[in-house]
Nanobody, 126 residues
Framework: QVQLVESGGGRVQPGGSLTLSCVVS????????VGWFRQVSGKEREGVSC????????EYANSVKGRFTISRDNAKNTVYLQMNSLELEDTAVYYC???????????????????WGQGTPVTVSS
């Protein structure tokens, strides 16, 4: 059974940092792509980052390039999202997901992802 469980969200001031974790089970994170997405209430879910299976090539939305870093620990079956220089606009519920393919979806679209975690909230506020 495929499961993804996020953790690490919280409240942080602008300019601060958080690291989100996504523990996966039912598949091995080094073989399949895992993406991070976020959603603000009333708005469409948007892609933030993705790490491919195999080579582990990362992809980032333009809005987070240079500030966020995606990585994975194969031994722990965990994918991380290190978020630095957080901005007010980063406030959202963050989800991890997999499409059980080894490649990320085009343009970080969320539609092709079938398996989702429950989400972890991130609030950036002064």
């Amino acid at each position: 059974q495929v499961q993804l469980v996020e953790s690490g969200g919280g409240r942080v001031q602008p300019g601060g940092s958080l690291t989100l974790s996504c523990v996966v089970s039912g598949f091995t994170s080094d073989l399949f792509a895992v993406g991070w997405f976020r959603q603000v209430s009333g708005k469409e879910r948007e892609g933030v980052s993705c790490i491919s299976g195999g080579s582990g090539s990362p992809e980032y939305a333009n809005s987070v390039k240079g500030r966020f870093t995606i990585s994975r620990d194969n031994a722990k079956n965990t994918v991380y999202l290190q978020m630095n220089s957080l901005e007010l606009e980063d406030t959202a519920v963050y989800y991890c997901a997999t499409n059980l393919n080894d490649y990320c979806s085009d343009y970080l679209q969320w539609g092709p992802y079938d398996y989702w975690g429950q989400g972890t909230p991130v609030t950036v506020s002064s």
